[in-house]
Structure formats: C-alpha cells, structure tokens
C-alpha cells in the first residue's frame, strides 16, 4: 500500500471538464478533506483513449506526450474515471513501447490510482452519512471492472454511509454499450445494451444511479431521460461529497 502523500496530481478527464464539472470538483474536495494538497496542471487535457481504442495510435501518442509533459513529478495521479485510469496506467506503456519515451510512460503510469481506490486505501477516509435514507444502485465501467479492478473500493464507500442502501445490479458486469466511438460506430447494437442496462436499473427499485465513469453516466442517463424513466445518473464522488457534506 502507498504510503500517505502530502501532495497528489488530480487528473480532470475531458467528460468531467465538459458536461461533469461538478463531480470532478467533489473528487478535489474530498482529497482535500483529508488533509492533501490537490495540484491540477492546467497543461492537461485528453488521455488519449479516444484515438486509441478506435485504432490511431499515433495521433493517441501525440495526445499522451502533453500528459507526460504535463504530470512531471512524483507525486500520485489520482483519476475520477475507471477508463481514463485505465488507458493512463494500463496502456500508456504498450502506447510507447519502441518510443522514446517509454521510461517515462511507465514511471507515470506507476503513479496512476483511480480516485475511489485512492480514498479507501491510501486516504483510508472514514465517512459520516449526514443525509436522507435512500437506495442506489451502482455500475461500474468496463475499464474500472476489468482493468483497474477498482469496484469493490467504490461498493465499500457507498457502505460506509449508513443511510444509503445499496442494491446491486443483476448483470452487473455487463457492458452499458458507450465504449466512446463503439456508440457511434454501432449504434443499434449500443442502444440495445443501454437498453438492457436501464431495465437493470429499474428492477433493483433504487432511486439513483451511480458510477464512476462520466462516459458511462452520459450513455445511461441518457437513456434512462429517453425512457421517461425518474432515476437520475450521477457520479459517485458528486453522491459521496454530498452525503458528507451535508
């Protein structure tokens, strides 16, 4: 387990920056609560994932440059996104094996941890629930299951606050059907997962939804808006700031 730092690196993610502002300042005030100075380069912009995942690795290469440029010391990156963390940590070095650069892609992708798994083992943060009983549901990203293998961190916050009850989602580990340009590219094929997803949703009888990937948020809680369906989508470190806050 790292030890605890004084400073951490806080890595925004392009979804955060333009539709979810407000989860990724409730990630920085939840660092923050806990003692640690929270530094966000403004030199930061795309992971690159986008690009890689739809098979241009160079122009994923010249996107990834800026983060390496941009994320020089040694401090923790802690990222609110099980996605961008897994493009940072998991494949930033086979992104620039061969390249210059591979020695400092792997000396940042070391310093990677997702924003829920930073919390509860490194932060070890304790919470007080000051809100409302309510009951939720959570789905987690493929990249957060899969690659980072972070869900049992998120769960594990979402128990500690006494009056929310979590009802876990049947198909849990299925796909929602973003998958960035998979949407675009195959569109009927997304709009049936989403749509299997939300009648997850539905059946657990929970009041929200919650995850940690603004993509997978934007996917469902569109869909579930299209549905006319009253459950709201929301990120869970947005849910968590405003439990504790009150």
């Known amino acids: 387990m790292p030890t605890r730092p004084q ?6 993610t392009c979804l955060i920056d333009l539709c979810y502002p407000q989860a990724g300042m409730a990630g920085i005030e939840l660092l923050q609560r806990e003692g640690v ?7 930061q912009s795309c992971c690159g994932q986008p690009a890689y995942n739809s098979g241009f690795p160079e122009e994923a290469r010249k996107v990834a440059r800026q983060q390496l440029k941009a994320f020089p010391n040694d401090y923790p990156i802690v990222v609110p996104s ?4 897994g493009m940072l940590k998991h494949h930033y070095p086979k992104l620039f094996a061969n390249q ?7 000396r940042f992708s070391g310093q990677v941890m997702e924003l829920t798994e930073f919390l509860v ?9 000051r809100g409302q009983p309510i009951k939720v549901t959570w789905h987690s990203s493929c990249s957060a299951l899969r690659e980072m293998r972070v869900i049992d961190y998120s769960k594990s916050l979402l128990r500690q606050l006494r009056n929310v009850e979590l009802v876990e ?5 299925e796909c929602c059907g973003f998958g960035g340009s998979f949407s675009v590219k195959q569109a009927d094929l997304s709009s049936a997962m989403v749509s299997d997803k939300v009648a997850d949703i539905e059946q657990t009888g929970a009041s929200r939804l919650l995850s940690g990937d603004c993509g997978c948020l ?8 299209y549905q006319k369906s009253p459950i709201p989508a929301q990120h869970i470190a947005e849910f968590v700031w405003e439990r504790v806050h009150g």
Do not use: N
């Not at 400073?7 to 925004?12: A, E, L, Q, S, T």
């Not at 210059?100 to 792997?106: C, G, H, K, M, N």
């Not at 989602?169 to 580990?173: C, K, N």
């Open 121 to 129: 083992t490194v932060l070890e943060i304790q919470l007080e629930d």
């Open 100 to 106: 210059p650069e591979f020695a400092e892609a792997q």
């Open 37 to 43: 100075e929270v530094l966000f380069p403004q030199q």
């Open 218 to 225: 934007m996917h469902i809680g569109g869909a579930l808006g």
């Open 7 to 12: 400073k951490v690196y806080y890595f925004g």
């Open 82 to 85: 099980g996605s961008c963390g």
């Open 169 to 173: 989602l049947q198909r849990e580990r």
